[in-house]
């Protein structure tokens, strides 16, 4: 039976280091203020935002949410990312995805400047990332999430396989760079990759990560021995059970170690993203933090 990596634990932890740095930074009198731009009234997204602004308050994040109706123009958002901008409280901008269709996303998220991208969806930060720079700069926070489990539980990662299912900007394609950066051999599947590719390519993957929006994509039958699984998923059934993308029955009998849905990644991505925040503060303030994060 896998070992289920706890990714609530791992959060709270990530949480606890981040108020330790959150309190450097008032002693400075500065707070860490990350602005949310939603638009459109989807009822996970509202859920997902009032999350956000919790766990933010509770580590010493100044959490702002800028609700908008799913009539809103482009141009509204536009103007109001380009104040948000130049608002000298506001150290991190999240535009959350998707939406609405008379709104060009990429457009937004190439508005917010690079400095206050906290979800590293900038071209410029991508493109530092797919060149794989040294220095910091913002980094999607879901695949650093995942990142920062494998460090949590030790897992090996040289001379190791991973195969990324998924391309999005979101997760899959930052993923893919982040694993690559630690030396992994990493394949990138998507919703094109035939199903029998897909399955001799994970019989062959030491580390997996799913994130598609499919449920039972991945099977225990599907996995190798041991593997490592970073389900990402999150769908809710007719029956409002949250599952991830992966079956995690029959995956974690075959599996070394696994995430669970609820549980797993979407609470690290929560905690990374305050991280991410705290980081992006301290840089606009040129306050050096403290290597909090290896306690982690
Ligand atoms: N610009 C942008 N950045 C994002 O990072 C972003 C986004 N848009 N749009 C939507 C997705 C989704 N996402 C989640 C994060 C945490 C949980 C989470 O905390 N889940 C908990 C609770 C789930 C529940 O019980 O409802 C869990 O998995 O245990 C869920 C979903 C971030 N996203």
Redesign the pocket.
Known sequence: MAKIID??AIAKKLRGAVSEQTAILKEQSVIPGLAVILVGEDPA?E??VR?KERAANKVGVHAETFKYPSTATEAEILDKVAALNVDDTIDAI????PVPSQINEQKVQEGIIPEKDV?G?HPENIGRLYAGQAGYYPIA??PRGIMTMLQHEKIDLSNKHAVVIGRSI?VGRPMFALLQAANVSVTLLHQYTPATLRRELLAVADIVVVATGVPDLVMGADLKPGAVVMDVG?NRLPNNE?VGDVNFVSAEKVAGAITP???????M??AT?LQTTVELAAKHHHIELEQGWQNI
């Not at 999240?94 to 995805?97: I, K, M, T, Y």
């Not at 849905?261 to 609470?267: A, E, L």
Request: hydrophobic share 40%; glycine share 14%.
């Open positions: 990714g609530k997204s859920i997902y999350n999240l535009v959350q995805s979800d969806f926070n879901t979101l999150m949250l849905v609820p549980g797993g990644v979407g609470p991505t929560i993203l």
